[in-house]
């Protein structure tokens, strides 16, 4: 983030990414995929040019509260870039103490079987945009927008919550290790 003036605020943007702003809509573009996002159009101006976005506040710049505004849609637009552009990936352990829990993807559905030993699986939905692996004891989850990779993890995570057992115990699950992050470039 380079900020030239109090209230202003530039992003790079990296090639094949196109932004626009329809009314009070955000909407993010590249050959990955399509992120559409509701733009606080009335306190912050977005100028799309070649190669950069520029922010600015439309309120008075010297309250915390508007920086701290600016600030956090300049990081925004820096995820929303970044995955369109790289991709991004969180990462979840398989852990299984007591019973072999086997785990699967299909469709749009991760499906949990024989957890804690129970008859009937268990599965969650993955949010749109997203997929996941499972690679070992891991599940790698993929998609281009930070949000619903980062929603598609925690609903796998809730999906094992342990009820009426002792968490000491009874450790079986699956567990986030590595939080929705952009890929490194390659």
Same mark, same amino acid.
């Given at each position: 983030? /380079?900020?030239?003036?109090?209230?202003?605020? $530039?992003?790079?943007?990296?090639?094949?990414?196109?932004?626009?702003?329809?009314?009070?809509?955000?909407?993010?573009?590249?050959? #990955?995929?399509?992120?559409?996002?509701?733009?606080?159009?009335?306190?912050?101006?977005?100028?799309?040019?070649?190669?950069?976005?520029?922010?600015?506040?439309?309120?008075?710049?010297?309250?915390?509260?508007?920086?701290?505004?600016?600030?956090?849609?300049?990081?925004?637009?820096?995820?929303?870039?970044?995955?369109?552009?790289?991709?991004?990936?969180?990462?979840?352990?398989?852990?299984?103490?007591?019973?072999?829990?086997?785990? /699967?993807?299909?469709?749009?559905?991760?499906?949990? &079987?024989?957890?804690?030993?129970?008859?009937?699986?268990?599965?969650? #939905?993955? /949010?749109?945009?997203?997929?996941?692996?499972?690679?070992? &004891?891991?599940?790698?989850? $993929?998609?281009?927008?930070?949000?619903?990779?980062?929603?598609?993890?925690?609903?796998?995570?809730?999906?094992? #919550?342990?009820?009426?057992?002792?968490?000491?115990?009874?450790?079986?699950?699956?567990?986030?290790?590595?939080?929705?992050?952009?890929?490194?470039? /390659?």
């Amino acid at each position: 983030m /380079s900020t030239e003036l109090p209230g202003r605020a $530039e992003v790079a943007v990296p090639a094949g990414v196109r932004f626009s702003v329809d009314g009070r809509t955000l909407i993010a573009e590249s050959p #990955r995929g399509k992120v559409v996002r509701p733009f606080p159009a009335d306190v912050l101006r977005l100028t799309v040019a070649p190669g950069t976005l520029t922010l600015e506040l439309g309120v008075p710049a010297h309250r915390k509260s508007s920086r701290a505004l600016l600030g956090t849609w300049v990081a925004h637009l820096q995820n929303l870039a970044g995955g369109l552009s790289r991709g991004v990936e969180a990462r979840l352990k398989v852990v299984a103490a007591h019973f072999p829990m086997k785990v /699967s993807v299909k469709d749009d559905l991760l499906v949990i &079987e024989n957890f804690l030993g129970e008859k009937y699986p268990r599965s969650t #939905r993955l /949010s749109p945009g997203t997929t996941a692996k499972v690679d070992g &004891e891991f599940v790698i989850v $993929e998609g281009f927008d930070v949000e619903q990779v980062g929603q598609s993890a925690a609903a796998i995570e809730r999906t094992t #919550r342990i009820r009426d057992y002792d968490p000491r115990v009874f450790q079986d699950g699956i567990y986030l290790v590595e939080r929705a992050h952009l890929k490194e470039a /390659s």
